[in-house]
């Protein structure tokens, strides 16, 4: 491992002969809805499916961590950053989204509301409740993005990822497993996914959908993107009732506070820093412990 480390060169011209374009020190504020947290040691958004091969295998022989950023609606960087790589599946070749009889085939970069809307312009059903969430179709099926109304891990009917060996693999049927915000979908690259909808009025469709969206908009924080979900919902019950009853809806640590009108997110000011947020969200899952004994499990992924 010693002898691995004296070959990485301190800068990007480690992938100079790869074709790709690698960027190093990359600040990771830019690329998270929260807008903290430090740099990554370096940062690539592949065109197509051969580059994103060739850095794969090329972090792999070099031992440098890898991972994987879609939205970022759902992540926490640390002050220290990333010292590895930050890859985005940002390219078009990534973003496709294709209506084909009743299924939906989507890429991991598309937007998950781009692939809703295209759903339910073709008249399909099953995901339309999901039209409120932020972030990708990579991110939403890693965490079986969802929520009263249902996930996508339900519509899923296979999901194409790439392997640590930059080979790719199509998963389908019990390879799967989704439960409520999780996926068995975090040892891979998620490349794309096959969704297998039903046949509705795209006029029907349309109406439920824009229904879903007020009340989502009526749900979460407005007017601001530097938020973040806390905690995932317990079963029976919300985050947001629970963190309220605790008295921990007006709780604040340094730049980072409870959006009290929408109590299971945090909302940042300017200055914040990753760890106002980290401790932030510590410090409401122990209030609620402490006053009525349940143990919230937290929605945002702290890196
Ligand atoms: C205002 C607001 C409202 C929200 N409402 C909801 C809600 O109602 N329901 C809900 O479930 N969530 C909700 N969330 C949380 C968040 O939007 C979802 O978890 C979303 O699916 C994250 O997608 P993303 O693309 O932003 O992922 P990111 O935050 O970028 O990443 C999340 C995880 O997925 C991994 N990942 C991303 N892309 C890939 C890929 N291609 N391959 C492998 N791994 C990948 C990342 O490494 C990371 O581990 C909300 C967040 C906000 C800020």
């Given at each position: 491992m010693k002898q691995l480390a004296k070959q990485?060169?301190?800068?990007?011209?480690?992938?100079?002969?790869?074709?790709l374009t690698v960027a190093s020190r990359e600040p990771l504020a830019h690329h998270?809805?929260?807008?903290v947290g430090g740099e990554a040691r370096y940062f690539c958004e592949p065109v197509d499916i051969d580059a994103l091969s060739r850095l794969v295998i090329r972090a792999r022989e070099t031992g440098i961590a890898l991972r994987m950023i879609g939205g970022g609606s759902n992540i926490l960087i640390p002050t220290a950053g990333f010292d590895g790589m930050i890859v985005r599946l940002s390219a078009p070749a990534f973003s496709t989204i294709e209506v084909r009889n009743t299924s939906v085939i989507a890429g991991a970069g598309a937007k998950l509301v781009h692939v809703v809307c295209a759903a339910v312009q073709a008249g399909l059903s099953g995901i339309e409740t999901l039209v409120g969430i932020p972030g990708t179709i990579g991110g939403a099926l890693v965490g079986n993005a969802g929520g009263h109304g249902g996930d996508l891990g339900e519509s899923v009917k296979e999901v194409t990822v790439m392997l640590p060996t930059g080979q790719l693999a199509v998963r389908r049927g019990t390879e799967l497993a989704f439960q409520s915000r999780w996926s068995?979908?975090?040892?891979c690259i998620v490349i794309g996914c096959q969704l297998d909808l039903d046949e509705d009025s795209a006029e029907l469709l349309t109406k439920r959908m824009q229904k879903q969206w007020i009340v989502g908009r009526s749900e979460q924080p407005s007017g601001t993107r530097t938020v973040a979900m806390m905690f995932k919902d317990p079963h029976g019950t919300s985050a947001e009732s629970l963190i309220t009853q605790a008295g921990a809806k007006d709780l604040r640590v340094g730049e980072a506070m409870v959006?009290?009108?929408?109590?299971?997110y945090v909302v940042v000011f300017p200055k914040c820093s990753s760890d106002d947020v980290r401790l932030l969200v510590e410090l409401v899952r122990s209030k609620v412990r402490e006053r009525l004994g349940v143990e919230l499990t937290p929605q945002i992924e702290v890196w």
């Open positions: 990485i060169p301190a800068d990007a011209t480690l992938f100079d002969d790869l074709g998270t809805w929260l807008g068995n979908l975090d040892d959006y009290a009108a929408h109590a299971n």
